[in-house]
């Protein structure tokens, strides 16, 4: 399970998160969408320990990510899919990953063979990778050490028709296998086709959480909502369709 308590990050000027609370549960794919500056990537970088809260918590597995035994194996994290060395090729990248958690160079084969990427382009050097085929590799990246939690941070991005099946293909079965998985998207349609859970955010601020159900329970298309939500035009109905599975509102 992925835990924010009322997370909040304030930068100098900037309240960048304002009392975020939500949870991911196991066995579920929950999609973290929100307009340019939501926040979203400052929640995603509280999580993984890379920024520290104002204040509130961010667990994952019960525990801060800084805290938790070999992360690796715990939660797979794609958060930037262009942050490698260009001069690699996808094979040594995941081979250096491999070696680093002590995992046998078949597994590099297994990951490879798990998001679509053939020996051949392995081979090639991480500089001439389309975006596409960056987010193939950051996924195999994040998925070596089988872990039980995997946050991945606009992945769909650059992926064409065919990968973005693929993609929701694999994100289910992660989910089926009992994975925790937080989605950060703005691809409102890919989203409402392979969440369980939505959580809307916007100026740092969750707006809605729910089902895609519950969120579109007037017949409202997911980008509808969201629109509705994020231009305030429809601020108070929103929050109505906000509560949450457990009543409280969000
Ligand atoms: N290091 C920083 N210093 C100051 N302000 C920051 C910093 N990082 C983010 N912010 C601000 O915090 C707010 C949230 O930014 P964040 O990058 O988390 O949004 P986002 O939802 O990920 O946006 P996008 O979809 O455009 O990537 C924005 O106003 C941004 O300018």
């Not at 196991?26 to 400052?42: E, I, Q, R, W, Y």
């Not at 990968?163 to 998207?185: H, N, T």
């Not at 916007?202 to 519950?214: D, K, N, Q, S, Y």
Request: hydrophobic share 40%; charged share 20%.
């Amino acid at each position: 399970m992925i835990e924010f308590k009322h997370v909040s990050k304030v930068y100098k000027d900037v309240r960048a998160l304002d009392d975020v609370s939500f949870t991911v549960e196991p066995g579920g794919v929950t999609g973290f969408l929100g307009p340019n500056g939501a926040g979203k990537s400052t929640a995603l970088r509280v999580l993984v320990g890379l920024s520290r809260a104002t204040s509130g918590s961010a667990t994952v597995l019960g525990r801060p990510y800084g805290e938790l035994d070999r992360p690796a194996f715990q939660v797979g994290t794609l958060l930037d899919a262009g942050a490698q060395h260009p001069g690699r090729t996808g094979r040594e990248i995941l081979t250096l990953g491999a070696m680093t958690l002590g995992l046998p160079r078949s597994r590099v084969d297994e990951v490879l063979r798990l998001v679509g990427l053939t020996a051949a382009e392995g081979g090639r050097r991480f500089g001439g990778y389309s975006l596409g085929m960056r987010q193939r590799l950051g996924i195999a990246h994040a998925l070596l050490g089988e872990p039980r939690a995997v946050i991945l941070d606009e992945p769909a991005n650059g992926l064409d028709p065919q990968g973005i099946r693929w993609l929701r293909g694999l994100l289910r079965e992660l989910a089926a296998s009992g994975c925790a998985v937080l989605l950060s998207s703005h691809l409102l349609h890919e989203v409402e086709q392979v969440a369980d859970q939505v959580v809307l955010i916007a100026r740092g601020r969750v707006l809605a959480r729910g089902t895609v159900a519950e969120l579109r329970r007037d017949g409202r298309t997911l980008e509808q909502v969201f629109l509705d939500l994020t231009t305030g035009a429809d601020r108070s109905a929103g929050l109505d369709a906000a509560l949450s599975a457990d009543g409280s509102a969000a």
